[in-house]
């Protein structure tokens, strides 16, 4: 497990604020973002079906097998054996995207449809290197 530094005081993204020169504590990525790791995995994403949910292709989510999707949750699914990430759609019976250009993908009776899991959050790389 790594550790990065947390400064007690977030950066503004807007105008510029005086920077300050203490740090809160030590900070591991895992303690945020990965609660039962038995339970999660990581998957990148493909596409940009996503991107009005902050999901853009190449983005790194962790996924949690063990969460129950509820209405609204970003899920990755196994539908007819292929995998997609959508929002679950409960209400209407569909999973949707997050991006206009694509259409809903509507749930019908019979078809296989596997929960693989919630999505709890994305990482995206600014910089590759």
């Known amino acids: 497990?790594?550790?990065?530094?947390?400064?007690?005081?977030?950066?503004?993204?807007?105008?510029?604020?005086?920077?300050?020169?203490?740090?809160?504590a030590a900070l591991s990525l895992d303690d945020h973002l990965i609660?039962?790791?038995?339970?999660?995995y990581m998957?990148?994403?493909n596409g940009d079906s996503m991107v009005?949910?902050?999901?853009?292709?190449g983005d790194l989510?962790?996924?949690?097998?063990?969460?129950?999707?509820?209405h609204g949750d970003v899920i990755v699914v196994a539908l007819d054996g292929q995998l997609t990430c959508k929002i679950?759609?409960?209400?209407?019976?569909?999973l949707l995207p997050a991006n206009s250009n694509y259409p809903a993908i509507p749930i019908w009776e019979g078809q296989e449809l596997i929960v693989e899991g919630v999505v709890k959050?994305?990482?995206?790389?600014?910089r590759g290197d």
């Open 1 to 24: 497990m790594a550790f990065a530094s947390l400064y007690s005081h977030g950066v503004s993204c807007g105008f510029p604020s005086p920077a300050d020169d203490f740090k809160e």
């Open 35 to 40: 609660t039962r790791s038995a339970s999660t």
């Open 43 to 45: 998957v990148r994403a």
């Open 52 to 57: 009005n949910a902050g999901i853009h292709d």
């Open 61 to 70: 989510l962790i996924v949690d097998r063990s969460l129950t999707p509820v």
């Open 88 to 94: 679950l759609d409960r209400r209407r019976g569909r």
């Open 121 to 126: 959050a994305s990482v995206r790389y600014h």
